[in-house]
């Protein structure tokens, strides 16, 4: 059974204070990995797609890498803004369908 | 570019009620999803539709849940009846159709309902 265990479920850290975020998996066959960020009565926001072991992506102070059995999301230099669950998903190929199957999240909580 | 839309934003009933959620995706996506997403868990997928056929009911309660995307692009899922353990924040997404190169998922802003 495709499976996504994040940890730790919670992180607080001081604003500048840099840290990693972890997902863990298990898939038939990983068609994608996936980041997003969801703030307080909000639907997940897209940040990263990774589809195979070894790849990278970046965008501000955020940074993705994938391996074969997990993903760290990086967080360098944290602002208060940061500040939110970050769910991780996977997509498997044995699936019927393309849908997404999430971990539970880990909750940033950044101060100033 | 307009994102998912989703209404209502907020629903209250009571248990053994019946209740409507609707859904507009992004324009021109052939994929919509429902996923339900319980109080500190992520979200869990409910059904997905291609266009206006299903690809994956697996997890939906159909003895009480039902969903319909008539004409390929808004969608609507209905409980009847709902019970406690629904409430929960419905999440719908879209995305383009497989295999046109881009997989994500773009989420709307959920439904909150509370079963009393």
């Known amino acids: 059974e495709d499976q996504v265990t994040q940890s730790p479920e919670a992180l607080r850290l001081q604003e500048g204070e840099s840290s990693s975020l972890n997902c863990s998996y298990t898939?038939?066959?990983?068609?994608?990995l996936f980041w997003y960020r969801q703030d307080p009565g909000k639907g997940p926001e897209f940040l990263f797609t990774?589809?195979?072991a070894g790849e990278e992506k970046e965008k501000e102070r955020l940074k993705a890498t994938l391996t074969k059995k997990e993903s760290f999301l990086h967080i360098t230099a944290p602002k208060p803004e940061d500040s939110a669950t970050y769910l991780c998903?996977?997509?498997?190929?044995?699936?019927?369908?393309?849908?997404?199957?999430f971990g539970k999240g880990t909750t940033l909580s950044v101060s100033s | 570019e307009a994102g998912v839309a989703q209404s209502p934003r907020y629903k209250i009933i009571e248990k053994r009620q019946s209740v409507a959620f609707w859904c507009n995706p992004i324009?021109?996506?052939?994929?919509l999803y429902w996923y339900q997403q319980i109080l500190g868990q992520g979200p869990k997928l409910l059904i997905q539709?291609?266009?206006?056929?299903?690809v994956d009911d697996s997890q939906l309660p159909k003895d009480r849940f039902s969903a319909e995307r008539l004409k390929g692009v808004d969608s609507t899922l209905k409980i009847q009846p709902a019970k406690l353990e629904d409430s929960a924040v419905y999440l719908c997404a879209s995305s383009l159709e497989w295999g046109q190169g881009s997989y994500e998922q773009y989420f709307g802003p959920g439904t909150r309902l509370t079963v009393t």
């Open positions: 539709f291609q266009n206006n056929g299903v």
């Open positions: 998903a996977v997509q498997g190929r044995n699936q019927a369908g393309t849908a997404l199957i």
């Open positions: 990774l589809y195979s």
């Open positions: 324009s021109g996506h052939a994929t």
């Open positions: 898939v038939s066959g990983l068609r994608g």
